[in-house]
T-cell receptor, first 113, second 117 residues
Framework: AQKITQTQPGMFVQEKEAVTLDCTYD???????LFWYKQPSSGEMIFLIY??????QNATEGRYSLNFQKARKSANLVISASQLGDSAMYFC??????????FGQGTRLTINP | NAGVTQTPKFRVLKTGQSMTLLCAQD?????MYWYRQDPGMGLRLIHY???????AKGEVPDGYNVSRLKKQNFLLGLESAAPSQTSVYFC????????????????FGNGTRLTVT
């Protein structure tokens, strides 16, 4: 069965620092996708970044990058130069096939000025 | 382009009452999903649909039913609400990309906050 684990319930970071949010996953399937979503206090779910299991390079989207270590089954999100607006819940998710995404428990990130 | 629209946004039910949550998407997506979000538990899949007229159970299907009579709509029903169903419910949709079907992200609605007293 697929499983996603986010071991950091909460993180506190100073503004402008880089932050790494941890995500480990468990699957025996060679084909899968990994996603990160942001949920601000307003409640909506915002898609941030995607990494495919066969992608050779780590995904990047602006200030977001995904540190993909396939052998370790980890897919950590890195946010460079954090901003106050980055304060939110962050969810890691995994998709096997097109049928469903399984989510981790989330990490609450707080950026301090 | 509205994306994924959920109605209602808020609802309070008494134990035993029934209700239907409506999800509509205008992106012609094949797949649709209902998740519930509870504190400390992330998002858990209730039911999903891979196409018009088809539905399947997710992780936590008990107490819920779904229907997808039209491609753009996915309904979630609670026949007899219980306090344990107090939660925030999210609908999401996703397109099917051939050959690499696992790489399309979910598009979420804004959620429905349901309280069962």
């Amino acid at each position: 069965a697929q499983k996603i684990t986010q071991t950091q319930p909460g993180m506190f970071v100073q503004e402008k620092e880089a932050v790494t949010l941890d995500c480990t996953y468990d699957t025996s399937d060679p084909s899968y996708g990994l996603f990160w979503y942001k949920q601000p206090s307003s409640g909506e779910m915002i898609f941030l970044i995607y990494q495919g299991s066969y992608d050779q390079q780590n995904a990047t989207e602006g200030r977001y990058s995904l540190n993909f270590q396939k052998a370790r089954k980890s897919a950590n999100l890195v946010i460079s130069a954090s901003q106050l607006g980055d304060s939110a819940m962050y969810f890691c998710a995994m998709s096997k096939g097109a049928q469903k995404l399984v989510f981790g428990q989330g990490t609450r990130l707080t950026i301090n000025p | 382009n509205a994306g994924v629209t959920q109605t209602p946004k808020f609802r309070v039910l008494k134990t035993g009452q029934s209700m239907t949550l409506l999800c509509a998407q205008d992106m012609n997506h094949e797949y649709m999903y209902w998740y519930r979000q509870d504190p400390g538990m992330g998002l858990r899949l209730i039911h999903y649909s891979v196409g018009e007229g088809t539905t399947a159970k997710g992780e936590v299907p008990d107490g819920y039913n779904v229907s997808r009579l039209k491609k753009q709509n996915f309904l979630l029903g609670l026949e007899s609400a219980a306090p344990s169903q107090t939660s925030v419910y999210f609908c999401a949709s996703r397109t099917l990309i051939r050959r690499t079907s696992y790489n399309s992200p979910l598009h979420f609605g804004n959620g429905t906050r349901l309280t069962v007293t």
